[in-house]
């Protein structure tokens, strides 16, 4: 037995995998490193990271200023903690860079280790906030069918996909979900981004806006196929919002830090946030960090509340030293190499050639905003029937070709067909972001088949 093939059945022995389940895992693909827009397995195969590892690596694959930022820290200290009375030079310096990419109301930042961790955070945020101003029954979060905010108990309870509740339920109470600005599937002939946004203010009314505390939204829902609103929904949102006297938080873990074309995405409708959940990009996933971005009025309310009503939320790696000099050092070359001006250019040239496979007789929309796009499936254009099942074909079929995809199940809501979701490194060469569509559609042809 060689030392491959004995990994993987130690793997198999002693590792659970995220959504685990033994038949998915019979032939893994065994990463060994990666370079740029590249992977690599242990025999050398080289694959097209057609989504950034999981949306993450925003400055590519095999970037050695990360790894000598970390390796410099380590040797200082690996480990100073950042609880009121403590600080480290990383933190407050990652910190400053993001208010400065941030929205105009922008004021501080909280750090965490992932997405999940950050919205949760944000959940507290918000309920902290209500009781500063005495009122604390305004506690309910509204989200959206079909979106990803994290599986963790409260950040899965916002999560609109029930293939991640089944096995986990009951929910946690005090979580309200709405239709979403999903202009391809919406029903009726309203402005869908204006008729998702009056969703929101009818749960609103419904609960009652004095128990309603937040709505959480991502910009550009990404798990959940890489849904772009329209252009009237955020605005209309923000507007609701206020009307209601309701937090709005933005999850920009996966549009933060250049995904769309900006260094946050509610940019590209004029809208600001009062908390904004980030995480994967700010270190483009080359070690695990997250956090909260609140506004001034949320600052301002922790700053001045009096010590009996303290800001009591924590975590030991908040504002990890190792994982802030990676994240300054991460923003540092997104800045330096105008990646995010680049992902606006390359985001249109990329979705324009993916818009060449609404030819074929199973795509039945293709959407996306800078180095974003999906692709939804369906066994009738006219119809718009759902295609179950051929997205993992199609998945495999890439996979044999050289590009390595996400497939975003129908069964895991089959009210949408099959997506397959793009979302390749920032820094992708203009040749391998062409090669990803024509791959695409060779494997689009032979999945059919």
């Known amino acids: 037995m060689d030392g491959t093939t004995q990994l993987l059945e130690t793997d198999r022995q002693f590792l659970v995998h995220p959504l685990h389940h033994p038949e998915d895992h019979k032939a893994p693909f065994f990463v060994d490193r990666g370079v740029g827009a590249m992977l690599y397995d242990v025999d050398g195969k080289g694959l097209i990271d057609g989504l950034s590892g999981l949306w993450n690596v925003n400055i590519g694959h095999g970037r050695g200023e990360l790894a000598d930022a970390a ?169 609701i919002c206020d009307k209601y006297d309701v937090l709005m938080i933005a999850d920009e873990v996966i549009t933060g830090f250049g995904r769309t074309g900006r260094w946050f995405a509610l940019g590209h409708w004029g809208v600001e946030p009062d908390l904004v959940s980030f995480a994967k990009g700010v270190t483009s996933g080359y070690l695990p960090l997250g956090g909260v971005i609140a506004s001034k009025k949320i600052h301002d309310a922790i700053l001045e509340s009096p010590l009996e009503r303290r800001f009591m939320h924590a975590a030991t790696y908040s504002g990890h030293p190792v994982c802030c000099a990676v994240g300054v050092t991460n923003v540092g070359i997104i800045e330096q190499d105008g990646l995010v001006e680049r992902a606006a250019v390359k985001g249109k040239q990329l979705l324009d050639d993916f818009e060449e496979l609404r030819n074929l007789p199973n795509v039945g929309d293709v959407r996306g905003l800078g180095m974003m796009v999906g692709v939804e499936l369906v066994t009738d254009k006219s119809s718009k029937a759902p295609a179950i099942g051929l997205g993992p074909r199609v998945a495999r079929e890439a996979m044999a070709r050289g590009l390595l995809i996400r497939a975003r199940p129908g069964s895991a809501d089959p009210a949408i067909g099959d997506t397959l979701c793009f979302a390749p490194p920032l820094m992708t060469p203009d040749e391998t972001l062409k090669r990803i569509p024509e791959i695409v559609r060779e494997s689009l042809i032979a999945a059919a088949a």
């Open 71 to 239: 390796a410099a820290q380590m040797r200082k200290i690996g480990f100073a903690s950042a609880y009121v009375g403590q600080t480290n030079e990383w933190a407050i310096k990652l910190a400053e860079k993001i208010i400065g990419h941030a929205y105009g109301n922008s004021s501080a930042v909280y750090f965490t280790t992932a997405g999940a961790e950050s919205n949760e955070s944000a959940f507290k945020f918000a309920r902290f906030y209500w009781k500063t101003q005495d009122k604390p029954d305004k506690t309910k979060v509204i989200s959206r069918w079909h979106a990803y905010h994290g599986v963790t108990m409260a950040a899965m309870s916002a999560t609109g996909m029930a293939a991640y509740h089944k096995m986990f339920g009951p929910l946690v109470p005090g979580f309200v979900q709405v239709a979403p600005p999903y202009a391809y599937r919406w029903q009726g002939n309203e402005d869908p981004g204006i008729a998702a946004a009056e969703a929101v203010e009818t749960a609103i009314l419904a609960e009652g806006p004095d128990t309603v505390a937040a709505v959480i939204a991502e910009p550009v829902m990404g798990a959940g196929g890489v849904i772009v609103p329209p252009p009237t929904y955020f605005p209309k949102l923000r507007e």
